[in-house]
């Protein structure tokens, strides 16, 4: 089984500002990475596939990239709806995801 | 609209079964894949089960293989989850998904429903 480790656990960032969270797989994954965001009480949305695609109405501050065994979603100006946990994914093995990051207001 | 409603969610007790269902609309259910995917409480997502558009195909993670089967009903556009020999360790939040590509990999999930419940207890 591929093991996905996200870090860090939680993120705390003041509106406006950029986030960076980091998927790591334990073995290559090639570019099958998607991104999900979920809110509590809420089903995930997917954000991003192929580790840089964003899906459609996914906004643009929000970007993919990596390949291999490294993964980045960066946000690059955190608004209020943002905060969320964020769920890395990678289906070139099947199917496992990450624990969550959670985006926090600082 | 991609809608996606599961239910059959409850309480069952250790050893007991459940039959989970997820009513499709707003795409041809036929074309896609279709997942569970579950989440325990404060934990993160586990994928469950996936099955193929005829349902010819189906694959299961190996915590539920054996115990649970996953099928549908293309006529009712209907998605199913037998659940078997339940245990503690199966209570989750479970969610049905639609794959994103008619034609791509079965395991990239774009529209969730809202989930049901299965709470495993004595």
């Known amino acids: 089984e591929i093991v996905l480790t996200q870090s860090p656990a939680t993120l705390s960032v003041s509106p406006g500002e950029r986030a960076t969270l980091s998927c790591r797989a334990s073995q290559s994954v090639s570019s099958n990475v998607a991104w999900f965001q979920q809110k509590p009480g809420q089903a995930p949305r997917l954000l991003i596939y192929g580790a840089s695609t964003r899906a459609t109405g996914t906004p643009a501050r929000f970007s993919g990239s990596g390949s291999g065994t490294e993964f980045t979603l960066t946000i690059s100006s955190l608004q209020s709806e943002d905060f969320a946990v964020y769920c890395c994914?990678?289906?070139?093995?099947?199917?496992?995801f990450g624990q969550g990051t959670k985006v926090e207001i600082k | 609209e991609v809608q996606l409603l599961e239910s059959g969610g409850g309480l069952v007790q250790p050893g007991g079964s459940l039959r989970l269902s997820c009513a499709a609309s707003g795409f041809t259910f036929s074309s896609y894949a279709m997942s569970w995917v579950r989440q325990a409480p404060g934990k993160g997502l586990e994928w469950v089960s996936s099955?193929?558009?005829?349902?010819?195909?189906?694959y299961y993670a190996d915590s539920v293989k054996g115990r649970f089967t996953i099928s549908r009903d293309n006529s009712k556009k209907t998605l199913y989850l037998q659940t078997n020999s339940l245990r503690a360790e199966d209570t989750a939040v479970y969610y049905c998904?639609?794959?994103?590509?008619?034609?791509?990999?079965?395991?990239?999930?774009?529209?969730w429903g809202q989930g049901t419940l299965v709470t495993v207890s004595s």
């Open positions: 998904a639609k794959a994103f590509s008619s034609s791509g990999s079965f395991f990239l999930q774009d529209y």
């Open positions: 099955i193929s558009g005829s349902g010819a195909t189906t």
């Open positions: 994914q990678q289906y070139n093995n099947w199917s496992t």
